[in-house]
């Protein structure tokens, strides 16, 4: 018979002495490296989402940003006119909402106006209705100021946003 005398051998020193190490010490070296990065990632993703949710802006802050990020826009360059006085428009209204809980979109700019007027004191609403009448005049009556004119429009919207009393 062929198969006396044949026994199979045992198997090979698996973790013991016989093994490759330089790819054995490579191996710990790139991974002590992947969780050294990936524990730094991770840490300075924590750090930044924990940034993102710290306190909103208050309204009067986030309408000023909404208004640096309008004048930033070419919509006036491309001649979308129209655009830029809905978005103008969009950003004092949610402003404006802000002084009444009652106040929504459901109410028109006039009515809006006629809230804040009758809220403020004296005449401090009345330079905002201007300008928003002429925004209304943009959007629904086919006004199309110049260039020029449009940016006094945002330069006087954001002069009664910076100096308003912040809504509570």
Known sequence: ????????????????GNRHWPATIALLVFT????????SLGRDW???????RSAPLD?????LLALD?????HLLEEGRTRTFFERSSDIVRHYVEQYD?????????????????GRLQGDAADPLAE??????????????PDPSRSERH?????????DSEAPE
């Not at 018979?1 to 013991?16: F, N, Q």
């Not at 924590?46 to 993102?52: F, K, V």
């Not at 809980?101 to 007027?117: F, P, V």
């Not at 300008?131 to 199309?144: D, T």
């Open 101 to 117: 809980a009652a106040w929504n979109r459901s109410r028109t700019s006039t009515e809006l106006m006629g809230g804040l007027r």
């Open 32 to 39: 002590t490296l992947f969780v050294v990065v990936a524990a």
């Open 69 to 73: 990020a309008l004048r930033g826009t």
């Open 46 to 52: 924590m750090a930044a989402r924990s940034r993102t």
């Open 154 to 162: 945002l330069d006087a919207v954001r002069e009664w946003v910076a």
């Open 131 to 144: 300008e928003m009448s002429a925004a209304e005049a943009v959007k629904f009556g086919g006004a199309r």
């Open 1 to 16: 018979e062929i198969t006396e005398g044949l026994a199979p051998r045992p198997p090979a020193d698996v973790t013991g």
């Open 59 to 63: 309204p009067k802050a986030e309408a």
